[in-house]
């Protein structure tokens, strides 16, 4: 199993952007997605979860403007951003847990990052 990213870029504060985590291999469902960041000198931090049967939760600073969601039919997981502030310049992360292939196991990855950049 694989995750692959893309998305991101530069915008201006007040703009959208949309992330994607796209999963690879022979997945039998999502257990938990979570989206995290992590800016020049602070740690990563989690802004957005999503579990299995679709309850999702976010960071008090993303509320109300980042959504997430997952696509099964392309095995692909969003991260919609909008509203987006110079504060939320970071390299983005997804992260999830599959059940795999056909005997229950569990697996557990990292996308490769992607950078987003809010200018002011």
């Known amino acids: 199993v694989q995750l692959v990213q893309s998305g991101g870029g530069l915008v201006q504060a007040g703009g959208s952007l949309r992330l994607s985590c796209a999963a690879s291999g022979i997945i039998v469902s999502l257990n938990e997605l979570g989206w995290y960041r992590q800016a020049p000198g602070k740690q990563r931090e989690l802004v957005a979860s999503?579990?299995?049967?679709?309850?999702?939760t976010y960071a008090d600073s993303v509320k109300g403007r980042f959504t997430v969601a997952g696509d099964t039919s392309k095995n692909t997981m969003y991260l919609q951003m909008n509203s987006l502030k110079p504060e939320d310049t970071a390299v983005y992360y997804c992260?999830?847990?599959?059940?795999?292939?056909?005997?229950?196991?569990?697996?557990?990855?990292w996308g490769q990052g992607s950078q987003v950049t809010v200018s002011s």
């Open positions: 999503m579990f299995r049967g679709g309850r999702t």
């Open positions: 992260n999830a847990e599959f059940v795999i292939g056909g005997t229950g196991s569990t697996w557990n990855g």
